[in-house]
Nanobody, 118 residues
């Protein structure tokens, strides 16, 4: 049974930090490219950051470059998003996405809420 579970969201003040985790099971984690997406109220879901299946290449949305860092641990079947210098505009539900490198089969998590507010 495939499971993709995000955790680590919460309420944080502007300038603060959070670390999101995405724990996966039920599929060959190391054969999947991984991404973090987010969706704010009334807005479309947007790509925040992505990482290749070996973790050698990462990409970021311009809005988070220099503040967020994506990483993965294939031995633990887990992906992370370290978020620093958070801004109110980072408020959104953050989703984990896994996409197979050959078949393009995708899995999504249920999302974790991040709220940046004083």
């Amino acid at each position: 049974q495939v499971q993709v579970v995000e955790s680590g969201g919460g309420l944080v003040q502007p300038g603060g930090s959070l670390r999101l985790s995405c724990a996966a099971s039920g599929f060959t984690f190391s054969s999947y490219a991984l991404s973090w997406y987010r969706q704010a109220p009334g807005k479309e879901r947007e790509l925040v950051a992505s990482i290749t299946y070996r973790g050698s290449i990462t990409n970021y949305a311009d809005s988070v470059k220099g503040r967020f860092a994506i990483s993965r641990d294939n031995a633990k079947n887990t992906m992370y998003l370290q978020m620093n210098s958070l801004k109110p505009e980072d408020t959104a539900v953050y989703y984990c996405n896994a996409r197979h490198i050959v078949t393009q089969v995708m899995y999504w998590g249920q999302g974790t809420q991040v709220t940046v507010s004083s």
